[in-house]
């Protein structure tokens, strides 16, 4: 019996450490795309006429990103 619980608590230790790291690794991610719009938005009339100056979504896409050190 004792055996059995460590190799349960062993599973519920790896549940718990594996379920974290999904929410750090999310919670980062949307961290990433806040700081981004943080940054469009203290150089949002750049933002706007960039955008306006391109041609297509992707030149737009590129020059934002080379521009403002987006990703």
């Not at 790896?14 to 700081?35: C, D, P, S, Y």
Request: zero cysteines; proline letters at 0%; aromatic letters at 6%.
């Amino acid at each position: 019996l004792k055996e059995v619980l460590g190799y349960y608590l062993d599973h519920r230790l790896e549940v718990i450490v594996r379920r974290t790291q999904f929410e750090l690794n999310k919670a980062e991610a949307r961290a990433h795309i806040l700081e981004g719009l943080l940054i469009a938005l203290d150089h949002i009339d750049e933002v706007i006429a960039t955008i306006r100056s391109s041609q297509t979504d992707e030149i737009a896409r590129n020059a934002l990103m080379q521009k403002f050190g987006l990703s």
